[in-house]
């Protein structure tokens, strides 16, 4: 499912920029003349597309502003997850209305999965828009923009078989320089009724091995020390070779190829499907110290009647299962969280009363859970009628949420009195004498700083909690 969108997750301190808040390109340290500005919205692919547009436009002469009045290119890659992720574009895009008005030769670009979603109707619909761009072509930016400057708009939304943009090297944009996401595929092949990806970013497709072991060896090189596997399903990651000519590299096989890296290079990945995960998986991520023990396990409902009208191809007790599964393999501790949708089209109070019973079952860490928000030519809206009144919909909401907060504490309350590797990104967004980085399951951590910097190991004992955040102080020496 979504790949850590924007999330009414309990709200951790340290994460609260990442909601609403597009993520803006970086100044690039380049003396190429001409500038350009991103924005992203909506989930990590997202964001790693951006860093894959701005390598492509950085060979043509672009280097990337954060100060949108220096640039001569603006870009705002999209996301349609929801109808509020597109009003939040719209608005934004009216806001620029005036900066148009008074610089006529800045050229504005919408990409992503709005884009490809609109297609030309965008242009219809936003006459500020100058190029429509969908996820599989950015290659050929460099010739939009050349129509565009030409005083033309600018249209490419072809959906691709085979693109995964594997030779290119993304440009970090606001990167803390110690954590970094790689994607490994594209598109899904999952037809979840509700959901737009597949409409979006069209069917999956791979990416060569050897290209992701060699970026994350790159990554490792410069200094980070964790990557995020990204990618809509990463349990169905296959790759044969260009014509099938080799043996399978699953995705077990895959996540092995990169914990061998280094195994100070912690590897983590997201998202996980409950239909495709596998013992492989998890034996490996049992194998491996540096393969963090945290999966990303969306569930969306727990009524197998409403999973059902959701296509997602499992029932609740095939999910208890996998949870099961994890369990076993990979003990109580392993991080668990969850994505679930209130109010799906004829949902009953004893869905939801399935779906409340599902979160006691499993006790996830934390979750992202939205309102069911009917998206345009997907199943769901061509064959059932979104019938749950808006405010059903939010007090199933609020349930799910609080459910949620009070196993994120309890949860939490766990790690009190022990010691977590904690892998530093930086200081705390609340004083510069704290530092804070993740624990093994994905739990931000905060602590005093010391004598520790941003990249290092640290031990640190855990003396409190919040329901988003763990408290503790640094014990023994720097790991590594
Ligand atoms: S179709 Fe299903 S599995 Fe694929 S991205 Fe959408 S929700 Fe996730």
Excluded at 45 to 57: C, G, K, P, Q, Y
Excluded at 209 to 214: D, H, L
Excluded at 275 to 295: A, E, F, G, S, W
Excluded at 451 to 466: A, H, I, P, R, S
């Amino acid at each position: 499912m979504s790949l850590v969108t924007s999330r009414l997750e309990i709200l951790k301190e340290e994460d609260k920029k990442d909601l609403d808040v597009a993520r803006i390109s970086v100044d690039e340290e380049s003396d190429a003349k001409r500038k350009l500005y991103i924005e992203s919205y909506g989930c990590q692919m997202n964001f790693a597309d951006s860093e894959i547009v701005a390598s492509i436009l950085r060979e043509n002469g672009f280097a990337t502003t954060s100060k949108i009045e220096e640039a001569e290119l603006i870009l705002l890659n999209t996301c349609a997850i929801r109808e509020n992720a597109e009003q939040k574009v719209r608005n934004r895009l009216q806001h620029l209305v005036p900066m148009k008005k008074k610089r006529q030769q800045v050229k504005i670009g919408v990409l992503g999965c709005m884009a490809e979603r609109l297609k030309t109707k965008f242009l219809e619909e936003e006459k500020i828009v100058d190029m429509v761009v969908g996820p599989d072509a950015y290659r050929d930016l460099p010739n939009l923009i050349n129509e565009v400057e030409d005083g033309q708009k600018a249209v490419n939304v072809f959906l691709s078989r085979e693109e995964t943009y594997a030779d290119i090297t993304p440009i970090r944009l606001d990167s803390n320089g110690v954590t970094a996401f790689i994607s490994i595929m594209r598109g899904c092949d999952n037809m979840c009724s509700f959901c737009v990806v597949p409409y979006t970013r069209g069917r999956e497709r791979s990416r060569d091995p050897f290209s992701i072991v060699k970026e994350a060896t790159e990554l490792y090189e410069q200094g980070y020390r964790e990557v995020t596997l990204l990618g809509q399903n990463v349990d169905s990651y296959k790759w044969k070779g260009v014509n099938g000519e080799l043996s399978t590299t699953n995705f077990a096989n895959l996540l092995e190829m990169v914990a061998l890296i280094n195994p100070d290079l912690r590897v983590r990945f997201s998202t996980s499907h409950p239909k495709d995960i596998t013992d492989d998986v998890l034996y490996t991520m049992k194998k491996y110290d540096n393969i963090c023990k945290y999966i990303h396990l969306p569930a969306q409902s727990g009524s197998s009647r409403i999973l059902e009208l959701m296509n997602r191809t499992y029932d609740r007790e095939w999910y208890m299962g996998k949870i099961d599964r994890i369990r076993e393999i990979l003990g109580e501790d392993c991080g668990i969280s969850q994505d679930m949708i209130t109010g799906f089209c004829t949902e009953t109070e004893e869905d939801h009363q399935d779906t409340l019973s599902l979160m006691d079952y499993v006790k996830y860490d934390y979750g992202y859970m939205f309102a069911y928000s009917e998206r345009p030519n997907t199943p769901a809206a061509k064959k059932l009628t979104d019938d749950i009144p808006n405010e059903i919909k939010n007090r199933r909401l609020t349930e799910v949420i609080n459910k949620q907060q009070s196993h994120s504490l309890s949860r939490n309350q766990m790690a009190i009195g022990k010691v977590h590797k904690i892998l530093v990104e930086g200081f705390s967004k609340r004083s510069t004498e704290h530092l804070c980085g993740r624990n093994d399951q994905n739990k931000m951590v905060v602590f005093p700083k010391e004598n520790f910097q941003k990249g290092d190991y640290v031990n640190v004992l855990v003396t409190e909690c919040t329901a988003a955040t763990l408290i503790g102080k640094a014990v023994a020496e720097v790991l590594v």
